[in-house]
C-alpha cells in the first residue's frame, strides 16, 4: 500500500448559476474511499484542501473528483468531473496541474496537486554540470574595467 496526498486547489471558468453564483463542493474518490471538500461560491471557488489515501495499485488506480454545485434551482446538480490516472506519478514530487472538467457546460478547468510518499517513479537525478574554462578578456593595467572598487 501507498500513500498519496490529493490537495483539490481551486477551480476556475465553471459556469454561472441560474440567478446566482453557484456553490460547489468536490468528491474526491479512489476506489470506495471518498471525501468532501466544504462548499465554495463562484465560478472560481478556491478550496485548498488535503485528503490522504492509501492506494493499493497505483497502476491501475485512478483518482476521481466531482463537482457538484448548489443553484437556487437546482440543488446537489452535477457540474463537472475528471479522473487522474496515478501511473506515472514521480515519488516524493509534486504534480501541480489543471485538468480540464469533463462531462461540464463550460471548458472549466480544476487545479490539483498531487505527491506520492512511498510509490511511483524514481526521481531523476540531476546530472553534474562541468564548468566550461572562458578565457578572460585582455585588458590594460588601471583601467577602469580592471578596478575592483566596493
Same mark, same amino acid.
Given at each position: 500500500m501507498g500513500l498519496l496526498d490529493v490537495r483539490v486547489c481551486e477551480a476556475r471558468g465553471l459556469a454561472d448559476g441560474i440567478l446566482a453564483s453557484p456553490s460547489t463542493y468536490c468528491i474526491v474518490q479512489i476506489g470506495p474511499h471518498q471525501y468532501h471538500t466544504v462548499t465554495s461560491r463562484g465560478t472560481d471557488p478556491k478550496w485548498e484542501e488535503v485528503f490522504r489515501f492509501q492506494v493499493a495499485d497505483p497502476q491501475s488506480t485512478q483518482l476521481h473528483i466531482f463537482? $457538484?454545485?448548489?443553484?437556487?434551482?437546482l440543488p446537489d446538480s452535477h457540474v463537472g468531473c475528471c479522473a487522474v490516472s496515478l501511473d506515472g506519478l514521480t515519488k516524493g514530487v509534486v504534480l501541480d496541474k489543471w485538468f480540464?472538467? $469533463?462531462e461540464c457546460s463550460t471548458s472549466a478547468e480544476l487545479r490539483l496537486r498531487l505527491m506520492t510518499h512511498d510509490f511511483g517513479l524514481e526521481a531523476q537525478q540531476p546530472q553534474p554540470q562541468?564548468?566550461?574554462a572562458v578565457p578572460l578578456a585582455s585588458h590594460q593595467q588601471g583601467s577602469p574595467q580592471a578596478k575592483c572598487e566596493p
Open positions: 463537482i $457538484k454545485g448548489s443553484r437556487p434551482l480540464l472538467l $469533463k562541468f564548468a566550461v
